[in-house]
């Protein structure tokens, strides 16, 4: 029998831009509360990041996390995953720096370099809210993502092993499998691990399932029993390639970070409403969902009472 199936929600990203959504949750307050209700929805895993709360630009400050990880520690049980992504063009000790300081149950690691193509957007917007949108999404255009094995080590070490800290690991490609399986050969990285294979991104692997078929049989051959695997897409290919994980027997991601559409042409208006849509179609399978405490079982986590928020 498959396992219950562990819903990742994201829910805000540092990719789209206060333009794009007029539901992207923005202020501390509005992430808190997006948390909450995508926990309630039945996410037992929230990727978090953080943006400045008066123009919406990325924010790796720890005083602003610390605005809203303890209100939504407090009311739900979901395991909070802070990321170490954070905005394009910070450096690795930014985005460390809010984990760092929390240090949570997961934190997300990004396994490889890449092109992180945004500046596509730019062409479907001409009215923007604040100066700082476009820029940043036309700066891709020439932008590589910097995840080198010297920083990714460092996030291992400093935040794995000195906190306890678990990862996310997010696979853009084929080559970050292998980058993965090099610290597990290592021993940097030790089972079980839960891994992210991503699609649809420019720059990184295409959304097609003959894609997330072949990673997904390339991440069995290296790791065999030893991971857990989940599945997010950008845009359109959200649902889809959620729902087709989850046949697979893997695990899923939805939120506002990697599509803002609930519906061809339909902004979401909550998190919440894209995790309820992908738990029915789950649910619709014969599949159960994972609560918060199965989920920090399979992932070996460390617990909530073990953070620093």
Same mark, same amino acid.
């Given at each position: ?29 509005? +992430? ?12 037992? +895993?929230?990727?978090?990041?953080? &943006? ?16 809203? !990880?303890?209100?939504?520690? *407090? &009311? ?28 949570? *149950? ?14 596509? !957007? ?33 996030? !291992? ?10 990862? *996310? ?7 970050? %499998? ?9 021993? %940097? ?46 845009? &359109? ?12 027997? /893997? ?51 460390? /617990? ?6």
């Amino acid at each position: 029998m498959s396992k219950p199936v562990i819903i990742t929600c994201a829910a805000t990203g540092g990719i789209h831009t206060p333009t794009m959504s007029p539901h992207l949750p923005i202020t501390p307050e509005e +992430i808190a509360e997006a948390a909450i209700g995508a926990a309630e929805a039945g996410a037992s +895993i929230i990727h978090l990041h953080a &943006r400045r709360p008066e123009n919406g630009r990325p924010d790796y400050r720890p005083e602003t996390f610390m605005q809203f !990880l303890p209100v939504i520690k *407090e &009311r739900c049980n979901a395991v909070i995953n802070v990321s170490t992504g954070g905005g394009l063009g910070m450096s690795i000790d930014e985005r460390l720096a809010a984990a760092l300081h929390a240090s949570p *149950e997961m934190a997300s690691l990004n396994m490889g370099s890449l092109n992180f193509g945004l500046f596509p !957007l730019v062409e479907k917007y001409s009215d923007w809210k604040y100066d700082w949108e476009k820029e940043f999404l036309e700066m891709t255009r020439d932008f590589i993502f910097p995840n080198t094995f010297k920083t990714i080590e460092y996030a !291992l070490r400093n935040l794995g092993d000195e906190h306890g800290t678990r990862f *996310e690991f997010e696979c853009y490609d084929l080559g970050h %499998l292998y980058n993965l399986a090099h610290f597990v050969d290592r021993g %940097l990285i030790k089972p079980p691990f839960f891994v992210q294979l991503i699609f649809g991104i420019l720059g990184g692997a295409g959304a097609d399932i003959d894609n997330l078929t072949h990673m997904h049989s390339t991440a069995q051959k290296l790791f065999g029993d030893s991971f857990e695997w989940s599945v997010l897409a950008a845009g &359109r290919h959200q649902m889809p390639f959620g729902t087709t994980a989850a046949a697979l027997g /893997g695990n899923l991601r939805v939120g506002l970070e990697d599509s803002l559409y609930i519906g061809k042409g339909e902004l979401a208006t909550s998190n919440a409403q894209q995790v309820t849509k992908i738990r029915n179609i789950i649910e619709s399978l014969g599949f159960d969902v994972a609560t918060p405490d199965q989920t920090r079982e399979r992932l070996a986590l460390k /617990g909530s009472a073990n953070v620093n928020f």
